[in-house]
């Protein structure tokens, strides 16, 4: 798809007289604004958004045990190929290892490290702190009609256009 941009690659901010073509260059705008903020964000502690949800989900689902590859790959929607390279990254500094699952060593298990805890209590807060300010300006009213309008497009993409 492609979408009307002026010289300087930035959207085109005049009014449009199409109510849904004006709806979808907001939101393509506001995710390159976020985009951007959260490279600036991330990149203050030397990783990226998807080392962060990586970092965060194995976090929320912290065990000894680990989870495994396939499942980190399902539950972030990550193509397990991309998925290696991200875990190699974080595994070189030391936030994760992988572990051999005897019972089958096609199924690694990828297991928060020391470090990684750490690191992640270290990140948390000011990652909170930062979505606060941005998300704090709307009340709790346009949030919801934000979320809801969100699902609506994504269940449409999903079911009626097959894109996962």
Known sequence: MIFFVDEENKLNTKQYSNLNHETLLNLVETSSLINELSKQFFSRFHINDAQFNILMTLNKNYSLEGMTQMDLSKEL???????????????????????????????????????????????????FEEVDSLINNLLETEKKALINSMRKIQQFLKEEKQIN
């Open 77 to 127: 929607i990550i193509a397990k190929s991309n998925l290696v390279g991200l875990i190699d990254k974080l595994e070189e500094k030391e936030f994760l290892e992988r572990k051999i699952n005897s019972a089958d060593r096609r199924f690694n298990k990828i297991i928060l490290t020391e470090k990684g805890l750490d690191f992640i209590k270290e990140i948390k807060n000011d990652y």
